[in-house]
């Protein structure tokens, strides 16, 4: 049961709410009998595991979504049965919405002015009045020297804050967000988590924030963790060891992983009241399953790995460099974007069979030093040497025949084509290199991954973590020498991140070169090498 | 709508090239309705100029005449009122003219006296001076026609004071026509020369005659012009009784009718560019769809209304269209302006071109409506729905081949309803769009199967293969257009070579051979010509005439009868499409008779013909005339009225050239007999003997003849030696004996088959009782220079038969001469005298007349300037399609690149996607502008000239066009194509995409 804090109604009320979405294979549950109190002006953040319906849940709250079966009422309307009118004037009025991708919101037509007025306009506002207003909202975030510039020329954190004042001009009741730092450094997340809370505190405004990201919790009065489209746990960001179990209003609780795990794999238990509560005692662990084998999320992602390294390098080592080559050399690089130097003098050796790290804050660096390595960027000073060839001396075209023979890159915004299964993207991939296909591999990697099951699903119809499980499998698929990934775990949660990691510390076990930019902690624990650009 | 109002404008701003491409593509498409209406109109105009210009100068003017003497009282009365009327119908000068009747001088010749107001400017002085005074006992003339002076009677009162030479065709024209050779004398004031005291009784014409004004006629049309010159006739006889107003009105509006039904062809044109315009618009709305949901997306997130949702969509392409439309309409405007500004006939092109605007403006209206719909819908029709856009799709397909089945099913329209039949018109839209929704239906199951047999080296075309067929709605949508619009231009195409080709068949049929020469109008017989000057290739004489084949016991239906010799139908040209069937050795075979018996061979250089009269037994001498036919071997036949003279017939015989030979010898009642006869009744007689006798001839002079085979129906005939004995009684008008009359089996003819269907036998009617047997060996679908019913038959066996019922009736006054070979020549000798006294055509002037007539010649340029602007359409799709492409996948050509493939790889994978839409649309939009030629060539029966044609058109496939179409087409689309993608990804270093299209 979620829990209506006293003294407040309920701005956000869900109750016994299912979601059904069509897929290829049949209806597929996103929420299954989700209940959910917020009240006006908390600030609520939801966590949970990729797929377990937390963006479904703000979709059905910002009116975008119909919900299949149960009660939602926000802001004071309630949206099962609202015809189309009552929902627009829902989003128009009193929702702001922030989304996980600042470039989807903000139109590249629009300067930022514009952008954050635009909702204004759509509520009737006249031109020069809405634009006044976007200004103040603007600076009541700090944003103001950003008022004149294009989408295109802001840094991710700057985009996304100026996302978020765009949502937040018209002065919303209730404020839904969505990953809003998915792809953004701790210190440009925090930026944004506290332009949020201020806003949203200026406002009285209620912010439901699904996110991975645990420092969301520091702007947060209450989080609740959502799995397999219910809520099974919530707790007090202030209050040290307050998590608890839900217990929904028709008694359905959800049993910690571990806490399953440590009492065997039970296929039982009777429930039975005591002083205290409620004891429930297991009825005994199942004959047929061996302990350990239950289909726990945590589970998977090592029989994943597993598989992945089934097709081991040690019995057919791959043709290229030994283990601890140099692949790829940054010497005293230097990178400049719009009159800001954003690299300078760095300077990076990648050896084969190693995982090295890139790290650092929003706008240090990171991916523009991806893109300088791998030839898509231009180095203002220092040179670049990719494969054995100085970057310097190749055009466009010689650039890509280096990357050709050897260098998968899987960049932040994607490389997925939306309308194509997850496997015809892995098959394309080695398309595009004139490769041969090479299902076994495409096996193992989806194996791997934990994308078996969705193997035959388009792109479009995945959730943002997933579509980046397919990425990292789109880059090795291609068998590279260097795999060069840009933030491939942002928006997963931590068993699919450990998952990823794995997967990558395998392909570097076999000598691959890898190369990541993130500071998921995940992966700085399992790098062979940091680079920490916020140092430098 | 302030917000979508300004995101709208910001999005024409922010990239302007596909909005521009739109807009043009549009514009292109809509320049066609007020190109074909401008056509329309310069064509109507150009046939009115044409037929006007071929009338005889005399018949190009506007007369009110009367016959008889005017009242003089109201001479002016009746010249303010005819000038006041005339005055409606044209801005030519008025001339008041008359004519009396013929007048004989003194010397027995014959002169003609009328005067004119305007003589002055009508005459050139050639001695002399003008006429100035005309009082009823003495008037002033001018001599016209000749320098000599008739021989005047003085009591006219004429006195001539110059000569002079007509100049002025409007100079005493039509009714008041003296001839070319008349001599006139010519007063100068019509109503004083009809007070000439002399010529008070003497019959006269006279009124008031004006030029047509084609002017006038072109700027109310032909039919308001036919109203209002009926109407002012009805006004004038209203008040001026007798007065007659005559107007070349019926040939007028039957130019301006054919030119009305060629209108309906020009709607088939307009139908073919609304196919273009919604085409095309739907390829530009898929292309901006994906960014459109994007933004649409991003406004209802933002709370838009679904209907500012809906009006964004409408008003961002839909304003494209809309200035497309706008834009289109300028380009038409401006084409029909300069094409007018060619135009003899329009007073103003700025005028044409506007009212071609105004003709035109429904059909904008309408199709901009349309595409501002159509984008509105593909742009807000929602994703979760895009599979039951297949599913429409599919049930267009089904309902577009089945509409157009329908119409197929229907039948032929004639020219008369073509341009009032919807269904007509809609045909080549039903076609191109049956045939446009099949390709983009097809086009993925193929891609499908083609892209997993290219070989994995083959990474351009594979990529290519693989974005078309992972996101098929853009590149499907671009498949059925430049389907739609190849099938346009290889419809312009082969449908203008069809009519090309019906002009040549029109032609052919008219005038099979080279050249066809009938009876002059002096009475010049071209048989007889050929007799004289010889042509320079081969001729042969052809018997035409008409008879009735009986239907039921009560009625019968005429048809056109022709007798050939087998020796001419190798030389028809086009035997395939102007018969139809069969060969002409068969047909000739069929036809072949056995030689009929020739008749007495005469002397070649005799000049007379004389028939001893052994015995001649009757009741009244002179009663019964005694005529002798002589033909020769061409076919001509002369007539001898032989005179008895001491015991012998004799005349003289004409010069017929070589093979001369008495063909037949017919008995009339003479006119001596007929008087007789009229006395006897008038006397009280009631009872008159048919005349009787018996007549014995002789051989003819200088032969020694047993008169083989010689007989008669209607007369005994009995031969003794040299003796024909003839035992007559003129039951009828005419007792005839020829060689081998008697026992005539019927004559073989080829018929159509609806002649043929009354019976393996017929006996066609000549009139008068007289009868022809004929037997049916074949049938034929048409046959040249005959109607729908004809018979075809050997000439010599048809002379032989009419000559049996009336000798000289099966002569022949017709010649087909020449083959492909001898044209030249022969036209040199067919221009030049004698042959000039004849009405001879050939077939390669009567196809230049064809071929030059305006209405064919706006269809064919209409034609030409529809398969452009279709071609130009399809290239700017292709490059629509390559530009979306490059912009929609720019994050997947990124992802590419940096998997590290080349550039020049993306952009040949771009490239590739432009071929993979242009061969599959090449292939299929050929093969329906074919099928569709055929089926508009048979279901809409109308020549290039907007008449019914004859014979039938026939599809013509237009090699060399469909070839240019087909390798030229394809090159300038895929060259196009070369050029947008080969300046993509040219930067030195990789971009990504503006936007997140996740």
Redesign the interface.
């Known amino acids: 049961m979620s829990t209506l804090m006293p003294g407040g109604a309920p701005a956000v009320d869900v109750h016994d709410l299912f979601c059904l979405y069509d897929a290829p294979t049949g209806s597929v549950a996103a929420l299954r009998g989700m209940s959910l109190r917020v009240r006006t002006g908390e600030r609520l953040v939801v966590h949970g595991p990729n797929g377990s319906g937390k963006s479904t849940l703000l979709a059905v709250l910002a009116a975008e979504v119909a919900p299949s079966a149960g009660s939602v009422r926000v802001a004071g309307v309630d949206l099962a049965g609202a015809d189309d009118a009552t929902r627009t004037g829902l989003r128009r009025e009193r929702l702001g919405l922030v989304d996980q991708r600042s470039r989807r919101t903000l139109r590249p037509e629009l300067d930022v002015v514009d952008n954050v007025a635009l909702q204004l306009r759509v509520a009737g506002r006249g031109r020069a009045d809405a634009r006044r207003t976007a200004r103040e909202a603007l600076g009541r975030l700090g944003l103001e020297h950003l008022a004149g510039r294009r989408p295109e020329t802001l840094s991710g954190g700057e985009a996304q804050r100026v996302a978020v004042a765009a949502a937040l001009a018209h002065g919303p009741a209730v404020v839904l967000a969505d990953e809003p730092t998915g792809e953004l450094d701790a210190r440009a997340a925090d930026q944004v988590y506290d332009v949020l809370a201020a806003a949203v505190r200026d406002l009285g405004a209620t912010l439901v924030l699904v996110t991975h990201d645990p420092r969301a919790a520091r702007v947060a009065d209450r989080v609740v963790r959502i799995r397999d489209g219910r809520l099974s746990e919530q707790w007090d960001p202030a209050a040290p060891h307050s998590e608890t179990l839900v217990v929904d209003d028709r008694g359905w609780v959800r049993l910690p992983d571990a806490l399953r795990h440590r009492a065997g794999a039970l296929d039982g238990a009777v429930a039975v009241a005591t002083a205290d509560g409620v004891l429930l005692r297991g009825t005994g662990t199942s004959a047929d399953r061996p302990p350990g084998s239950a289909t726990s999320a945590a589970t998977v992602p090592a029989a994943a790995a597993a598989a992945s390294s089934a097709p081991a390098p040690e019995a057919a080592p791959p043709p290229g460099p030994a283990r601890g080559d140099v692949v790829a050399t940054l010497d005293g690089v230097r990178v400049g974007y719009a009159g800001t130097t954003v690299l300078d003098g760095v300077s990076l050796d990648v050896r084969a069979g190693t995982l090295t790290v890139v790290s650092g804050r929003s706008g240090s660096g990171k991916s523009t030093l991806l893109r300088a390595l791998t030839g898509l960027a231009p180095v203002d000073a220092g040179a670049v040497t990719l494969l054995g060839r100085r970057l310097a001396d190749l055009d466009r075209d010689g650039r890509a025949a280096v990357r050709r023979s050897g260098v998968a890159v899987a960049a932040q915004g994607g490389s997925l084509v939306e309308t194509m299964h997850v496997r015809e993207n892995l098959a394309l991939a080695r398309t595009a290199r004139g490769l041969p296909p090479d299902d076994v591999l495409v096996e193992a990697l989806c194996d791997g991954l934990g994308l078996t099951p969705l193997g035959h699903r388009p792109v479009s119809s995945l959730s943002g973590g997933e579509r980046q499980r397919v990425a990292v499998a789109r880059s090795l698929v291609v068998e590279p020498v260097l795999a060069v990934l840009d933030e491939p775990t942002s928006q997963l949660d931590e068993g699919n991140a450990e998952t990823v990691a794995r997967t990558l510390v395998d392909a570097a076990r076999h000598g691959c070169a890898v190369v990541v930019a993130s500071h998921d902690p995940v992966l700085l624990e399992v790098a062979d090498g940091v680079l920490d650009l916020a140092r430098m | 709508m302030?917000?979508v109002g300004?995101?709208t404008r910001?999005?024409f701003?922010?990239r302007p090239g596909r909005w521009v491409l739109l807009v043009v593509g549009v514009a292109l498409a809509l320049a066609m309705p007020v190109v074909s209406a401008a056509t329309g109109r310069i064509v109507a105009t150009r046939t009115l100029s044409d037929t006007i210009e071929q009338l005889p100068v005399g018949e190009r003017t506007v007369i009110a005449s009367y016959g008889g003497t005017a009242d003089p009282s109201a001479q002016q009365r009746d010249d303010a009122l005819v000038r006041a009327g005339l005055a409606r119908l044209t801005d030519s000068p008025v001339r008041h003219e008359m004519l009396f009747g013929e007048l004989a001088d003194g010397a027995g010749d014959t002169y003609r006296l009328g005067a004119s107001d305007g003589l002055a400017q009508q005459v050139r002085l050639t001695g002399g001076r003008l006429p100035r005074s005309c009082v009823p006992q003495r008037c002033e003339v001018l001599l016209t026609g000749t320098t000599t002076s008739p021989v005047l009677d003085p009591s006219l009162g004429l006195v001539v004071v110059g000569t002079g030479v007509r100049t002025d065709p409007l100079l005493l024209p039509g009714t008041f026509d003296p001839g070319p050779a008349a001599v006139v004398l010519l007063g100068s004031d019509p109503d004083a020369l009809q007070r000439l005291s002399a010529l008070e009784q003497f019959p006269r014409g006279s009124g008031w005659v004006a030029s047509l004004d084609p002017r006038r006629i072109a700027a109310l049309g032909v039919p308001t012009y036919a109203d209002l010159s009926r109407q002012v006739s009805d006004d004038l006889a209203l008040r001026i009784r007798a007065l007659v107003l005559s107007v070349p009105d019926d040939t007028l509006l039957r130019a301006d009718a054919r030119a009305s039904a060629s209108q309906g062809r020009f709607a088939l044109l307009g139908g073919a560019a609304a196919v273009l315009v919604l085409g095309f618009v739907l390829v530009a709305a898929v292309g901006l769809r994906r960014e459109h949901r994007?933004?649409a997306g991003?406004?209802?997130?933002?709370?838009?209304?679904?209907a500012?949702v809906l009006g964004f969509a409408a008003l961002g392409a839909g304003a494209s269209v809309v200035v497309g439309a706008l834009l289109g309409t300028a380009v038409g405007w401006v084409a029909g302006w300069v094409a007018a500004g060619t135009q003899p006939l329009h007073p103003s092109a700025v005028g044409l071109a506007t009212a071609s605007v105004l003709d035109a403006l429904p059909a904008l209206v309408l199709l901009t409506a349309a595409g501002v719909v159509l984008t509105t819908a593909v742009l807000a029709w929602p994703t979760s729905r895009e599979r039951t856009a297949w599913h429409v799709v599919e049930l267009l397909a089904v309902g577009a081949v089945a509409a157009a089945l329908l119409v197929a099913a229907r039948g032929a329209v004639g020219a008369a309803t073509v341009g009032g039949d919807p269904l007509a018109i809609a045909l080549p839209v039903l076609g191109l769009t049956a045939a446009a929704l099949v390709a983009a239906r097809l086009w993925v199951p193929l891609a499908s199967v083609v892209s997993r047999r290219l070989p994995?080296?083959a990474?351009a075309v594979?990529?290519a293969a693989?974005s078309g067929v992972?996101?098929p709605l853009r590149t499907v949508v671009t498949v059925g257009f430049v389907t739609a619009a190849v099938g346009s231009v290889v419809f312009a195409g082969s449908y203008r070579a069809t009519l090309g080709s019906g002009s040549a068949d029109t032609a052919a049929f008219e005038v099979p051979t080279a050249a066809r020469a009938t009876v002059g109008p002096q009475g010049d017989d071209p048989v007889a010509l050929e007799a004289l000057a010889p042509l320079p290739a081969p001729a042969y004489a052809v018997v035409r005439t008409v008879a009735g084949v009986r239907t039921s016991a009560t009625s019968g239906d005429a048809v056109q009868v022709l007798g050939v010799d087998g020796a001419v139908l190798p030389l028809l040209a086009r035997w395939d499409r102007t018969v139809g069937a069969s060969s002409p050795a068969a047909v000739a075979a069929a036809l072949a008779v056995p030689a009929p018996p020739t008749g007495v061979a005469l002397p070649d250089d005799a000049s007379t013909l004389t028939l001893p009269v052994r015995s001649w037994t009757r009741s009244e001498p002179g009663d019964v005339d005694v005529t002798a036919w002589v033909s020769v071997p061409d076919g001509r036949e002369r007539a001898i009225l032989l005179v008895e003279r001491r015991g012998v017939l004799t005349g003289p015989l004409p010069d017929l050239g070589p093979g001369r030979t008495l063909s037949a010898i017919t008995l009339r009642e003479s006119s001596t007999g007929a008087t007789r006869r009229a006395h006897h009744v008038g006397e009280g007689g009631t009872v008159t003997a048919f005349l009787a006798g018996r007549l014995a001839l002789g051989p003819p002079a200088g032969t020694a003849t047993t008169w083989p085979a010689w007989s008669s129906r209607t007369a005994g005939v009995a031969v003794t030696g040299t003796t024909l004995s003839l035992a007559y009684e003129l039951t009828g008008p005419l007792v005839v004996v020829r060689p081998g009359l008697v026992g005539r089996v019927p004559v073989p003819v080829m018929t159509d088959a609806e002649t043929a269907s009354h019976g393996p036998t017929l006996r066609l009617d000549l009139g008068g009782g007289d009868t022809v047997a004929a037997r049916v060996v074949g049938t034929l679908p048409r046959f040249p220079t005959a109607g729908p019913r004809f018979l075809v038959t050997d000439r010599v066996a048809l002379a032989a038969a009419l000559d049996d019922l009336q000798p000289g009736s099966g002569a022949p006054h017709e010649i087909w001469a020449g083959d492909q070979a001898s044209s030249t020549s022969l036209a040199a000798t067919l221009a030049a005298a004698p042959w000039d006294r004849a009405v001879v055509v050939t077939q390669e002037q009567r196809r230049s007349v064809l071929e030059s007539d305006a209405v064919g010649q706006g269809a064919g340029w209409l034609l030409l300037v529809g398969a452009a602007v279709s071609l130009l359409v399809a290239v700017v799709s292709l490059v629509l399609l390559v530009t979306g492409e490059r912009r929609d996948d720019a994050?997947?050509l990124?992802?590419?690149?940096?998997?590290?493939?080349?550039?020049?790889t993306l952009r040949r994978s771009l490239w590739w996607r432009a071929v993979a839409v242009a061969v599959p649309a090449l292939v299929v939009g050929t093969a329906a502008g074919l099928a569709l030629t055929r089926s508009v060539s048979t279901l809409v029966a109308l020549s290039a000239g907007g008449t019914t044609p004859t014979p039938p058109l026939l599809p013509s496939v237009g090699p060399a066009w469909t070839t240019a179409v087909l390798v030229g087409g394809l090159g300038v689309a895929l060259a196009a194509s070369g050029v947008a993608t080969g300046r993509m990804?040219r930067?030195?270093?990789?971009s990504?995409?503006?936007?997140?299209l996740?």
Do not use: C, I, K, Y
């Open positions: 302030g917000a300004q995101l910001a999005r701003a922010h994007e933004v991003l406004l209802r997130r933002r709370g838009a209304s679904a500012s994995a080296s990474v594979r990529l693989s992972r996101r994050g997947q990124l992802a590419h690149e940096a998997d590290g493939v080349a550039t020049s990804l930067s030195a270093w990789p990504g995409p503006d936007q997140d996740r």
